[in-house]
């Protein structure tokens, strides 16, 4: 999509957004930023700050948006503040991916833990296996080579 597409696109999901929910203003009061987050989901951050200045522009010279953010007390935002909105947009996108980037992490340490909690238990079982098997082995050979009169040295103590 063009620049000048983009730009459109966004000024009519804007302009759908302030009929849809009466508290938008078009600033940055948290309810605004969820509802910009929303709008900005598939903007990369250069979109973001590219777009943001002529969508809020397109708004505010369209006479029937114009009318409806003087009726809510918006004011408009200078171009400054349009800047500080867009960095403080993507800092909302870039936490909400760091949450799910959290989340995804949290699931596979608590598998691995899930894993090697069996894995430990079953080592632990095969060692124990191990043992009991050495030791009956030691005392076979220990038996056999005594019904044979051949006794070998005993076997070391396991400690």
């Known amino acids: 999509?063009?620049?000048l597409t983009k730009s459109d696109h966004m000024s009519r999901l804007v302009k759908q957004a302030l009929t849809s929910d009466?508290?938008?203003?078009?600033?940055?009061?948290?309810d605004d930023l969820m509802i910009w987050s929303r709008l900005c989901r598939a903007l990369s951050p250069t979109q973001i700050f590219t777009l943001l200045?002529?969508?809020?522009?397109a708004v505010w010279t369209q006479e029937d948006t114009h009318k409806q953010l003087k009726a809510r007390n918006a004011r408009k935002l200078s171009k400054l503040e349009i800047q500080a909105l867009a960095a403080t947009i993507i800092s909302f996108q870039r936490a909400s991916h760091q949450d799910a980037e959290i989340n995804a992490?949290?699931?596979q340490?608590?598998?691995l833990s899930a894993q090697f909690n069996t894995l430990s238990y079953t080592v632990f079982d095969i060692l124990e296996?191990?043992?009991?098997?050495?030791?009956?082995?030691?005392?076979l050979t220990y038996?056999?080579?005594a019904s044979m009169n051949e006794l070998p040295p005993p076997p070391p103590s396991p400690h």
């Not at 200045?53 to 522009?57: K, M, Q």
């Not at 296996?129 to 005392?139: A, D, F, I, K, Y």
């Open 53 to 57: 200045p002529n969508v809020l522009n």
């Open 1 to 3: 999509m063009s620049h």
């Open 105 to 107: 992490l949290k699931q």
């Open 22 to 30: 009466p508290r938008f203003t078009c600033a940055a009061s948290y």
């Open 129 to 139: 296996r191990l043992s009991r098997l050495e030791e009956e082995n030691q005392r």
């Open 109 to 111: 340490v608590a598998t």
């Open 143 to 145: 038996t056999g080579a």
